[in-house]
């Protein structure tokens, strides 16, 4: 995806999307303003006070000047909106625009995102054009395909639109050098955002909702085939949609209104204009605390992961192309923290940021806490996870054992395999994973194989026992046992290569494994 910047001294590709400018008109007196006249917002009880104006105003620049010197913004610096053209993303680009004209904040910058969904949307991307352009901020225009997403997402419309509208964002952030681009999420965004999460069954990193500041991996195309981050900044976080249009209304500004934010096929519409009045109406001052709650919440869930990550540090490992998790001292964190310490074990070993969901998570850590050796958990994105009897082991799932029996350390052979051996001499034998057998055997009929059912060890003097209760009680893994080397005089089974508890008494032969060098 391409996309061109609107003002001088920026280097970008020819825009996407061809736009026309509208003509303005300035006022005697007051705030420039496009001259449009379709779909006009209801400017609510009239116009407002001159001497109010200026306290709405001040205040409500104050709040997203404190919010991007947090994001340690500054006059020299550039920020690009996410501009809709609707009351959010115009108070939004209003203020920057008045900070950064005062000396006290960075430049923006918008970015117009035609999803294309709607007859009007064409008309909607010039009347975005010709608001940036009254305010002074250029507006660039790139239409999306919203169907490629969903074909791949299959998750609706909404969550689509939503995709390709972030990757558009990423893209023009990159090509731009451009660090931060600046959403007009409110609190009442985050009200719906946690209302949503917690129909769903989300947990504590869900229901703490936005954050001011966060960080993404966004796919800049439906197959994912370049992915690249993106850094959020909500300056209105902290400010409700009534003190966003009061700004608005101050400021003389006309949004442009999209029908689609008030149809009810949406599920945010409907928590929007149904559950939030209502909860509002029983609870007035509802969508404050449920802002406060999630920032309450968004806190505690920092606090965790900071533990998890630490505790990771110690109990996370790489082996070849797996993930290992150490169990016992998994065993020992509180439940909240093991199923973070899991969670990054799981995206470290490939699996989606997003995932795995919280029921994989919570059988990956039954598993790994309480489960029998030997059992694989589908964690999610081709990942596996295999339980053994010191660590968890997680990896690609189609190709988990060989990948734990290349990193094992054990010399194998394949398994079903037959080597006769010849009393009285010497034996130089390449095995897999680097290793050789070499020695020699005395008097008897010898051979060096892989396990078979009813396979007897002599484990002392005219004692016997089961093969497969022997490697079980020496704890060899089950992806190990049908190829670990077993030497076999007349019939049993007298010696398994890379278990040191098995020895036995023939002066005559003398065999040892050993890793060639190198490997």
């Known amino acids: 995806m391409s996309v061109q910047p609107r003002f001088p001294g920026v280097r970008a590709r020819r825009a996407a999307f061809p736009v026309h400018r509208l003509r303005t008109r300035r006022a005697a007196r007051g705030p420039v303003r496009p001259v449009i006249h379709s779909r006009r917002r209801d400017a609510g009880p009239g116009p407002v006070d001159g001497a109010v104006a200026?306290?709405?105003?001040?205040?409500?620049?104050?709040?997203?000047?404190?919010?991007?010197?947090?994001?340690?913004?500054?006059?020299?610096?550039?920020?690009?909106?996410?501009?809709?053209?609707?009351?959010?993303?115009?108070?939004?680009?209003?203020?920057?625009?008045?900070?950064?004209?005062?000396?006290?904040?960075?430049?923006?910058?918008?970015?117009?995102?035609?999803?294309?969904?709607?007859?009007?949307?064409?008309?909607?991307?010039?009347?975005?054009?010709?608001?940036?352009?009254?305010?002074?901020?250029?507006?660039?225009?790139?239409?999306?395909?919203?169907?490629?997403?969903?074909?791949?997402?299959?998750e609706g419309t909404e969550s689509a639109a939503r995709a390709a509208r972030y990757a558009a964002l990423a893209s023009a952030a990159r090509e731009w050098g451009v660090r931060w681009v600046a959403v007009a999420h409110t609190a009442n965004d985050q009200a719906e955002t946690v209302l949503l999460r917690l129909a769903r069954g989300a947990g504590l990193d869900g229901l703490a909702g936005m954050r001011e500041q966060s960080h993404r991996p966004v796919p800049l195309d439906p197959d994912e085939s370049e992915v690249v981050p993106l850094w959020l900044l909500r300056p209105l976080l902290g400010l409700t949609r009534a003190q966003v249009e009061r700004y608005v209304r101050a400021r003389g500004l006309v949004p442009i209104e999209d029908a689609s934010n008030v149809s009810p096929v949406y599920r945010r519409n409907v928590v929007r204009h149904s559950v939030l009045p209502e909860l509002e109406r029983v609870a007035p001052g509802v969508i404050e605390t449920i802002a406060r709650t999630a920032t309450l919440l968004a806190d505690d869930a920092a606090y965790l992961q900071a533990a998890a990550e630490a505790a990771a540090a110690d109990i996370v490992g790489r082996a070849g192309r797996l993930v290992t998790v150490a169990r016992e001292p998994l065993r020992n964190l509180h439940p909240a923290l093991q199923r973070r310490v899991l969670i990054l074990a799981a995206r470290e070993a490939g699996v989606d940021p997003a995932g795995p969901t919280a029921e994989r998570v919570e059988a990956l850590r039954r598993a790994a806490v309480e489960g029998a050796v030997g059992r694989v958990i589908e964690v999610g994105g081709g990942v596996g996870a295999w339980v053994d009897y010191a660590s968890l082991a997680l990896g690609p799932l189609e190709s988990l054992e060989e990948d734990l029996r290349r990193v094992s350390g054990r010399p194998l052979m394949p398994a079903g395999s037959v080597e006769p051996l010849r009393a009285g001499t010497e034996i130089d034998l390449p095995l897999l994973n680097g290793w050789r057998l070499r020695g020699r055997v005395g008097p008897g009929d010898w051979c060096l194989r892989t396990r078979r059912a009813g396979d007897r060890v002599a484990v002392s003097r005219g004692r016997h026992r089961s093969l497969q209760d022997f490697l079980v009680d020496a704890k060899v893994a089950a992806y190990l046992r049908d190829w670990l080397p077993l030497l076999e005089r007349d019939g049993l089974i007298v010696w398994v290569a890379g278990v040191p508890s098995l020895s036995f008494d023939d002066a005559g032969t003398t065999l040892r494994c050993e890793r060639l060098e190198g490997d």
Do not use: K, Y
Request: glycine share 10%; with cysteine; net charge negative.
């Open 54 to 154: 200026a306290v709405v105003v001040a205040s409500f620049e104050r709040h997203v000047q404190a919010a991007v010197e947090r994001a340690g913004l500054g006059p020299d610096d550039c920020v690009l909106i996410g501009f809709s053209g609707g009351a959010d993303s115009l108070a939004l680009t209003a203020s920057l625009q008045a900070i950064h004209a005062a000396g006290r904040g960075p430049r923006p910058l918008a970015l117009h995102v035609n999803h294309r969904l709607r007859p009007e949307a064409d008309a909607d991307a010039e009347r975005a054009v010709a608001l940036g352009e009254a305010m002074g901020v250029p507006v660039t225009v790139v239409p999306v395909d919203v169907g490629a997403w969903d074909r791949v997402l299959r």
